[in-house]
Nanobody, 123 residues
Framework: VQLVESGGGLVQAGDSLRLSCAVS????????MGWFRQPPGKEREFVAA????????YYADSVKGRFTVSRDNAKNTVYLQMNSLKPEDTAVYYC?????????????????WGQGTQVTVSS
């Protein structure tokens, strides 16, 4: 199983970025996909997630209205569109895959993880 994130970078406050996570080695459609982030010196935290079949989405309060999670099941890829970025969004962003209908907001609920991509937002 491989999850490979891309799309991170250095941007200014107010800019947008779209992260991608390409998944291989598992039945993508059957997995919920989540995005987490780990700011410098802090714990990894939930950002957003989307169920595989119904496509229901979930967001952390801190990103609601600014970030959008989506998936293309034909391409085995999940995306995180990030708009109106703020300096406090600076973090390493990880995608993760979850099977089995568990909750989606905790690190321990996920089965597979990508290596992460750095997002830095300057003020």
């Amino acid at each position: 199983v491989q999850l490979v994130e891309s799309g991170g970078g250095l941007v200014q406050a107010g800019d947008s970025l779209r992260l991608s996570c390409a998944v291989s080695g598992l039945p993508f459609r059957n997995y919920a996909m989540g995005w987490f982030r780990q700011p410098p010196g802090k714990e990894r935290e939930f950002v957003a997630a989307q169920r595989g079949v119904r496509g229901t989405t979930y967001y952390a309060d801190s990103v609601k209205g600014r970030f959008t999670v989506s998936r293309d099941n034909a391409k085995n890829t999940v995306y995180l569109q990030m708009n109106s970025l703020k300096p406090e969004d600076t973090a390493v962003y990880y995608c993760a895959a979850e099977a089995g209908g568990k909750g989606l907001s905790q690190v321990t609920e996920y089965d597979y993880w990508g290596q992460g991509t750095q997002v830095t937002v300057s003020s």
